[in-house]
């Protein structure tokens, strides 16, 4: 199985992979995970794990969507 089909599979994305889904540089996607997590709105799902963030795949879908980006 490649990496391609694996993160596929997942049910969440990191925040560099967020990054690459924007064309944004690393530290901007950290900015925006950060705020969002922060956001009473919640534009999309954040999940802490020790250090680690991880985006809900589905709610980040659908944020893109509502923004016009997909």
Do not use: H, W
Not at 5 to 34: F, K, P, Q, W
């Amino acid at each position: 199985m490649t990496k391609n089909t694996e993160t596929s599979n997942c049910l969440t994305l990191r925040v560099e992979e967020c990054a690459d889904l924007l064309g944004i540089c690393r530290s901007a996607a950290y900015n925006l995970v950060r705020q969002a997590e922060s956001s009473k709105g919640k534009p999309f799902q954040v999940i802490r794990i020790g250090n680690s963030l991880l985006i809900s795949r589905k709610s980040f879908q659908e944020f893109l969507e509502t923004n016009g980006l997909m």
